[in-house]
């Protein structure tokens, strides 16, 4: 008499949990944001959110995307002398400047120029906790996939110069009437200064203390040029 095959027993399917659920796609957000940051070293972003805010806002906005070999190396030196001085020796985040900034009880100054990429392309402007942990995640990734020129190019093609004018290239026109090529080191300084705080100052009505202040960035800019502090970002 022919023996009874055995039924095999079925495989009990893993149990869903709310854990599980969260873990597996909080892998897939990274791996998304790895594939952006990836394709970003090569491909200009797309406008940023912020741009869109102010486009809605304003009707319309000037913007330019121009490549590093369109753009004046006095300009990339000008920005770093300005708001990053020691970009060429870090990793994305100063160190120094943010123990600076814990010691006199203020974050101003301790931003790097890594810090301010992430949050113009990938975040939304504000001060608040959520927005500092993901850029404070999100600035490694791009210090490891960009180059620090590119890093510098990124910045120059969305930082904001004027109530609705991005990027150099529409700041170089509309303050100077030029190419963001042909900017001279005085030009150059100007734009660099208005940077904090680019809606109450005017690159081509440069106040006093802008004056002041774009003479410390031409200095600056001459300084880092000197001692090898701009070699990361010039060819």
Known sequence: MARARKTP?????????????????????????LGVIALHREVAPPKTYYMGQEERRLGRIAHDWVPMTRIAPVMARS??????????????????????????GSGRGASTL??????????????NWA?????????????????????VEVYLNVAEFDEGVFGIEAAAQHYFGVSAADLSAVQAARLAAVLPDPKDRSAARP?????????????????????GRAACFED
């Open 9 to 33: 027993p079925s495989r009990a399917r893993p149990r869903w949990t709310p854990t599980a659920w969260l873990l597996r796609w909080c892998v897939v957000a990274v791996l998304i944001l």
């Open 207 to 227: 106040s006093n203390a802008l004056r002041q202040r774009a003479a410390g960035i031409l200095d600056g800019a001459a300084t880092i040029d000197r001692d």
């Open 79 to 104: 920005l770093v002398a300005a708001e990053d001085a020691n970009f060429c020796q870090h990793w994305g985040f100063d160190m120094a400047a943010i123990r600076t900034a814990i010691a006199e």
């Open 131 to 151: 927005r500092k942990a993901l850029e404070a995640s999100l600035t490694p990734m791009v210090e490891t996939f960009w180059s620090k020129r590119r890093i």
């Open 114 to 127: 890594s810090q301010q990429v992430v949050k113009n392309v990938y975040l939304w402007h504000g001060r």
